[in-house]
């Protein structure tokens, strides 16, 4: 099986961090060793050794633990108790591996022995950097892709204005669903069904930007979203996914979701808002008309709507037809929007 986008996000995280382990590993072991470390060949080659070695185990977990998604036990686990789980793992590996360098490298060096402070110290140290990373990684996870950058660079500090692609995908007879099978089944069901459909939104490159009620909200820059009619071939992919696991939905909730989904684009104004609970919003009636356009599936009867002004900017993109249905009025807007569906 190929790999999906999470993975290949995953990937190039992880690489990044097992060249960095490495080359941090070599540092390490001529800052344990003094100066004399700069001379001597041994503390660089076992350092190097235990960042790559520690650090392509780690990755393994996480590349699997990824690939299972929403159906591995660890990436439903709280918060706190993923953390811990994971940095005791980690403390294994780190103990294991550091211990076994010596002879697998053929050094001996004085001061590392099981309960010699080199070693304690070693262990102690990529055990706390591994608590910090875990942590950092499950942050991200939760602010969503590319955030904590974002926030940690000051990005939207400022309110800025950009263009930017909306979809709102809303789960159908969402009321009716969780009248029939409870509540707490239904926000396992919705659970499940956000965690299918980020697979494709990722896919797509699109960042999921929030969740509201029942509803994903989906979001690119311009140049991703319109490049080969991505912003489109999401929804598709989205309920391909869903079909592919209509049998697991029946079994568990009596049913197979559906969605319908509003595709819009336009200015806003993007930055960063709060104080106890800082988020990074988007303002303006780009935002609003998306929201309509959404509501007036129901009213028209339409899986997927689409704005005049995303199907402007992609015609001519292969796979990307689309039905016209005229103009139409929305609640709370003076003029009507153009609409089309998606062509059968």
């Known amino acids: 099986m190929g790999l999906t986008a999470t993975d290949r996000n995953t990937l190039r995280t992880l690489a990044i961090i097992v060249a960095c382990s490495t080359i941090g590993g070599a540092a390490f072991g001529i800052a344990m060793t003094g100066p004399s470390g700069f ?17 392509l185990i780690v990755a393994g977990l996480e590349l699997h633990s990824r690939r299972a998604a929403a159906r591995h036990w660890l990436n439903r686990a709280p918060f706190l108790v993923n953390v811990i789980l994971r ?21 001996e060096i004085e001061g590392w022995g099981w309960r010699e402070a080199n070693f304690l110290v070693a262990v102690g140290a990529s055990f706390a950097a591994s608590i910090a990373i875990n942590a950092i990684v499950r942050i991200g996870q939760m602010l969503g892709r590319g955030v904590l950058v974002k926030f940690l660079t000051g990005y939207y500090y400022r309110p800025r204005e950009e263009e930017r692609i909306f979809i709102f995908v809303d789960l159908v007879d969402s009321t009716a669903i969780a009248e ?3 509540h707490v ?25 929030n969740y509201v009620g029942d509803e ?23 309920r391909r996914a869903l079909e592919r696991r209509g049998d697991a939905y029946r079994n568990a909730y009596g049913i197979e979701p559906e969605f319908r989904a509003a595709l819009h684009m336009g200015p806003v104004v993007a930055g960063e808002m709060g104080l106890v609970k800082q988020a990074i919003v988007y303002l303006g009636d780009t935002v ?16 997927i709507l689409v704005s005049a002004d995303v199907v402007d900017r992609l015609a001519g993109v292969a796979g990307c037809d689309f039905a016209d249905l005229g103009p139409v009025e ?3 807007r003076s003029e009507p929007v153009r609409l089309y569906t998606l062509a059968a």
């Open 330 to 332: 929305l609640r709370g």
């Open 288 to 303: 609003n008309t998306t929201a309509r356009i959404e509501a007036a599936c129901k009213e028209l009867d339409a899986d």
């Open 185 to 209: 089944a239904f926000h396992r069901l919705l659970n499940d069904f956000i965690r299918d459909a980020t697979e494709p939104i990722l896919a797509s490159q699109g960042e999921i930007h």
């Open 87 to 107: 940095s005791v793992f980690y403390l294994a590996v780190f103990t294991l591996v550091i211990r076994s360098s010596f002879p697998v490298m053929g050094v």
């Open 39 to 55: 001379l001597d060949p041994g503390p660089v080659a076992i350092g190097a050794y235990n960042g790559f070695l520690i650090s």
């Open 180 to 182: 029939r099978i409870g």
């Open 216 to 238: 994903i909200i989906v979001t690119w820059t311009p140049d991703r979203g319109l490049k080969q009619g991505r912003c489109v071939r999401c929804i598709g992919d989205v």
